[in-house]
């Protein structure tokens, strides 16, 4: 896992849009091993809403 100090402060939204995609992959794939979990759904609710902020921030460019 990335830890602050490996954070890399020239990221782009791109780069932020991929990681928010991967990780939103692992959750799903997750909820279809374990079966519908509440908190599995939010986290996943929470990420789309944080890439739509993104493309809001962005203005669509991603």
Not at 5 to 22: L, R, V
Not at 24 to 44: R, S
């Amino acid at each position: 896992m990335e830890t602050q100090s490996e954070h890399d402060p020239n990221s782009t939204p791109a780069t932020a849009e991929e990681h928010i995609k991967s990780a939103q992959q692992i959750l799903k794939a997750l909820q279809e091993k374990i079966g519908k979990h509440p908190e599995i759904g939010a986290a996943i609710t929470k990420l789309e809403m944080a890439l739509n902020d993104i493309a809001i921030q962005t203005g669509g460019l991603l």
